[in-house]
């Protein structure tokens, strides 16, 4: 031996014999772990941990082997839930051989469900550099991208594994997804498209595709794509509740509110069916039905201020004046710049005569908010309410130069000036060409002397009688201000409580009568 040698040098004879052993016993490590395979794919986790192990630990297998070994044991053990151990079996394939892919890009994903996304991420791009053409390592690293919100590097991955598998379903599938996490909800359809071409029965790309298409605002499409997924799979309490928001969007309530019915009858605590059911209900008239089902939410969610919003809403419509507010406070206690919610308290404390209260949170709602044209439309109308119409006036002027084309806008304006004592027939008069025929046409021909109180009736018509107590509601208000402007208290008053009668009280003109009769000192 050579002085200082480390290694025991073999006569060459014997060299070749150790050799040809080495190769004789590799296929039998190879069966060890076909036969871990086979006890894995049994179901037999024990008996599969036990073959990979015994490979791995094995002094005589080759170290490809070995490597081989330990990450199938680690699949095992992650199968087990034991994912420490199976991490800490990858760590020890990785140190067995740093430059194979494998280990790393399973390490990398039981980081990434360890939450551990960082380390994850560091896993998966040095399994990725080593293997730029593994598909399942760019798939891997997109998953993990999208988690920490990185989409559009993630996009990149998802746009290679592609290109190496154009027929990976799943991978279209999670590339939409990332697409509507973006809002590019139409690229979403077209991945959600190429998953269900390839795999026709993928319930879940059927489901996206259905949601994605409510939402570029194609419900007749959503509908069609969540019946498909229902008839494969009936009594989907997710996939009802989906179809029933587009039947909404079609306004077809019968439809969507069997479909709520049938999802509350799966899950009578389903959040979502509980607010569309009481915002069907609260539309159709059935104000009770709908309150008891925004309390039935309440009790799953009780700091929704949706819901919350919602059913003082309807406790304000009900003339539940103190409930409704209550409900609006929990509400502005949660979040207190919520600029609808502030609208609605305004307008339930305009109803109780405190306007000075109603236009603060006017004022807060749209400095919440100055985009919102509904808080400056109250703040100006309960300024009319109010008597105060040089407040009024700039407000609803505001309002008529954004949108010059709508008549309430322009007919609350003239009621401003003309109440407050100002010519507001010059400005109406010069609108009036953009109105066309229909309703309020004729209200605006009243003011303007071209029309009769009785020809406003007369338009206010329909068959439907909620929608005709509608616009009863808004004729006899309009009756009653130029009865006003006339002088005859008398034929005001009458109008005002004809308003009352039509119990339309969601309307700014019931608000407005009530409000009338009260400065008259009249009781409603």
Known sequence: MQEGADMLMWPAPLAAVLALALVLAAPAQGQSLDAADAARAKGDLAGAAAAFAAVANSASAAPALRYEALVGLASVQAAQNKGADAIATLTAANKLDAKRPEALRERGMLLAAAAKLDEALEDLDAAVKLAPDDRDGHLARAGVLAQRRMFEDALTDYNIALDLDPDDAAAYMARGLVHVELGRFRRAIDDFDDAVRLVPDMIEALIQRAMSYAEIGNATAAVRDFSTALRMKPNQARTLVGRAQAYMDLDQDDRALADFDAVLKLEPRNLDA???????????????????????????????????????????????????????????????????????????????????????????????????????????????????????????????????????HALWLYLARARGGKDGKAALASAAPKFGTDWPKAAV?????????????????????????????????????????????????????AVLATKAARFDEFRGARAELARMGAKP
């Not at 107590?469 to 002088?487: D, R, T």
């Open 274 to 408: 509980l607010i569309g059911r009481a915002q069907i209900l609260a539309e159709a008239g059935q104000r009770e039905r709908a309150v008891a089902d925004y309390d039935a939410a309440l009790a799953v969610d009780p700091k929704n201020v949706a819901v919350l919003h919602g059913r003082g809403s309807l406790r304000a419509e009900l003339g539940q004046t103190e409930p409704a507010i209550r409900d609006f406070d929990a509400a502005l206690a949660i979040d207190p710049k919520s600029p609808e919610v502030l609208v609605s308290r305004g307008l339930a404390r305009a109803d109780r005569g405190e306007f000075p209260a109603a236009a603060a949170d006017f004022t807060a709602a749209f400095a919440a908010d100055p985009t919102s044209a509904s808080a400056v439309i109250a703040r100006g109308r309960s300024y009319v309410m109010a008597g105060d119409y040089a407040k009024a006036e700039p407000d609803l002027a505001l309002i008529v130069s954004a949108a010059p084309d709508d008549p309430y």
């Open 445 to 497: 021909g009243m003011f303007l002397g071209q029309s009769q109180p009785a020809d406003v009736l007369k338009a206010a018509q329909d068959k439907d009688p909620k929608r005709q107590a509608e616009l009863q509601c808004e004729a006899q208000f309009f009756i009653g201000q130029q009865a006003l402007l006339a002088g005859n208290r008398a034929a005001a008053e009458q109008a005002f409580r």
